[in-house]
């Protein structure tokens, strides 16, 4: 079922790619030169859909890392999470084990005298 899914959404993202690159082939001048706009320095001329695919690449790099770097408090509190709750584990065997081998007696329930009438 997801894979389904995952086609249906796919397949027309992947048909609309296609076709943005094949209607912007056109090249285009990407100037890394504010200054001089007849003769910049760093120019060159790429496909309009290779710019348009570099920005968002670009922009999910860029947003990826910054999500990433956002939710460091939280790995940070699951990592301390997983080691507290390691431990306790490891606890709660050692104390598992030590009732087993002591000399314990059996748990008793205290008897209740029978029903007053």
């Known amino acids: 079922m997801i894979r389904f899914l995952k086609a249906l959404i796919l397949l027309p993202v992947a048909i609309l790619v296609v076709l943005l690159a094949v209607a912007n082939r056109a090249p285009v001048t990407l100037s890394l030169d504010p200054f001089s706009q007849e003769a910049p320095e760093f120019a060159t001329q790429l496909p309009l859909f290779a710019v348009i695919f570099a ?58 005298p029978g029903p007053r009438f």
């Open 55 to 112: 920005a968002v690449m670009l922009g999910v790099i860029i947003g990826g890392t910054a999500s990433w770097l956002a939710q460091g408090k939280n790995r940070r509190k699951g990592r301390q999470s997983r080691r507290e709750a390691r431990q306790l584990r490891y606890e709660t065997e050692r104390l598992k084990s030590q009732g087993a081998s002591g000399n314990t007696l059996p748990a008793t329930v205290p008897s209740s």
